[in-house]
């Protein structure tokens, strides 16, 4: 544990050594995958989390260079030449993540009342922690709910699923899209970010990477259902997971299979069962505020459109696996079925739709800030 005292610029520098040679100790192929930020629940601080490919065998920190100076070595860890990256948030202001021949380094700049720095283990996974704790709460102002992006799905050579009298499914959710945007802007005040708003398609990977880039706070990914039983109906609204029916594999197959449309597709094999199982540990916390959203979404379909309620489920869906935020994929109807194809397809639809889903937000949204300010 490392203590500071009074309002300071903190400089946390974490040396992360490929010292060990590969092969020779158990867990050796480590790598860190990504840095990430969340704040504490308690509202006195951040968790700056190092992801790594499997688990560091040994580690340690020790002050460095004068009190504010900390350094924390990761032993057989070096950087992943993919590695992602994820903007800064108070009291982070800045930081540099580089490899300096076999090395890597994450030099983190702190700003604020910061009394306490350590670094730990993630019991749920093989991620490295390092705790920053503020002498009081953190200004709240930072962490408003303040950015909403939204997904809609397909889109381009991409199609998606075709209804009975060739309604298509990139244009019903590009529809719905644009009108729960305006709801957010017009009605909650919140900046809406779109992964498109055009007929153009968006490679899955990159819609939640650029979430992130674009500092949302939730991510909502809208598309339509499809079945060879064309009675099939009623709404499903998704969080990242590991498919429980059959039924929720089916959906996630469908939707994942349109990275046949991308021109480099081995970013997704690294995508296997072991890795969903260490995104769900990692991703806990998104994942309690994701399930939440996604039960009132489908409460507010059944209660206030009318429409069957086929309930909340988890699969691995491609497009939510880089948001670092809660992220939800909603299925707003089967296509497939006439009926319902042509009522998402209406203007008086794509209404009811949006709306459904801005009331839930909206929710989402005073919960969310309730819970920063208790």
């Known amino acids: 544990m490392h203590h500071l005292n009074g309002n300071s610029r903190l400089v946390l520098t974490a040396c992360v050594l490929a010292a060990l040679v590969s092969g020779l100790v158990p867990g050796a192929g480590a790598q860190v995958t990504r840095i990430s930020f969340a704040e504490r629940s308690d509202g006195r601080g951040l968790v700056v989390r190092l992801h790594t490919a499997s688990r560091v065998q040994a580690f340690s920190d020790a002050p460095a260079g004068g009190q504010q100076a900390f350094e924390v070595t990761l032993f057989n860890t070096p950087l992943d030449p993919t590695h992602e990256t994820t903007p800064p948030i108070h009291p982070v202001t800045s930081y540099q993540l580089q490899e300096h021949g076999g090395h890597t380094s994450l030099r983190i700049d702190v700003d604020g009342d910061v009394m306490d720095v350590r670094s730990y283990r993630d019991a749920r996974s093989t991620d490295i922690l ?7 709460p953190m200004d709240t102002g930072r962490w ?3 950015t909403v992006v939204i997904d809609p799905g397909h889109g381009g050579q991409d199609h998606g699923a075709l209804g009975p009298r060739g309604e298509r499914e990139k244009d019903i959710v590009l529809a719905v899209s644009m009108k729960l945007g305006s709801y957010l802007e017009d009605l ?3 900046d809406v970010i779109y992964t498109r708003t055009n007929d153009t398609f968006v490679p899955l990977n990159e819609r939640g990477r650029f979430a992130n880039q674009a500092g949302g706070k939730l991510f909502v990914s809208l598309h339509a259902n499809s079945a060879p039983d064309r009675r099939a109906q009623g709404t499903e609204t998704f969080f990242v997971g590991m498919h429980k029916s ?3 594999r089916r959906v996630m197959e469908r939707e994942n299979e349109v990275i046949r449309f991308e021109e480099d597709t081995s970013v997704y094999e690294q995508f296997s069962p072991d890795d969903l199982v260490r995104l769900q540990l990692t991703q806990s916390a998104y994942m309690r505020h994701s399930e939440a959203l996604a039960a009132e979404i489908q409460s507010q379909f059944r209660d206030r459109v009318g429409r069957r309620n086929r309930g909340v489920k988890q699969a691995g869906f491609y497009v939510l696996w880089s948001a670092s935020m809660p992220a939800v994929l909603v299925e707003l109807g089967f296509i497939s079925n006439p009926a319902e194809a042509r009522f998402m397809a209406s203007d008086e639809g794509q ?3 949006a709306s459904a889903i801005f009331r839930s937000i909206r ?5 969310y800030e309730k819970g920063l300010h208790d």
Not at 130 to 136: A, K, N
């Open 351 to 353: 209404t009811y739709l």
């Open 363 to 367: 929710a989402f949204k005073q919960s």
């Open 246 to 248: 059959d039924a929720a």
């Open 188 to 190: 909650l005040g919140v």
């Open 144 to 146: 408003v709910f303040d």
């Open 130 to 136: 390092i705790g920053i704790q503020t002498r009081v």
